[in-house]
């Protein structure tokens, strides 16, 4: 599986971005994409996530209500709608997806994911 992760950029707080991460090498139908990001000098952190199966979709706290992710089945890509930019934003955004879902819990650790796109820089100025 490859990761395609796209749409980063200098945007002014208040503002607006949207990623997109295509998919590629294979097709499953059961399976979960994420998004995370990493700030300097910071751990990386599960920002959203989305279930292919159903579309059900889950947030960190910090972005909820700004954020939305979204799927498109035809291109094989996940969104992530960015609204409201906040600094604390500023970070490298990266999508990353797994193969298999099992029970009912959100996978929202980055060990939980087995593949990853390469990253794209979203910075917000104030």
């Known amino acids: 599986v490859q990761l395609q992760a796209s749409g980063g950029g200098l945007v002014q707080a208040g503002g607006s971005l949207r990623l997109s991460c295509a998919a590629s090498?294979?097709?499953?139908?059961?399976?979960?994409m994420g998004w995370f990001r990493q700030a300097p000098g910071k751990e990386r952190e599960f920002v959203a996530a989305?279930?292919?199966?159903?579309?059900?979709?889950y947030y960190a706290d910090s972005v909820k209500g700004r954020f939305t992710i979204s799927r498109d089945n035809a291109k094989n890509t996940v969104y992530l709608e960015m609204n409201s930019l906040k600094p604390e934003d500023t970070a490298v955004y990266y999508c990353?997806?797994?193969?298999?879902?099992?029970?009912?819990?959100?996978?929202?650790?980055?060990?939980?994911?087995?593949?990853w796109g390469q990253g794209t820089q979203v910075t917000v100025s104030s």
């Open positions: 990353a997806a797994r193969l298999q879902w099992y029970g009912s819990s959100w996978y929202t650790e980055d060990y939980q994911y087995s593949y």
């Open positions: 989305i279930r292919w199966s159903d579309s059900s979709t």
């Open positions: 090498g294979r097709t499953f139908s059961s399976y979960a």
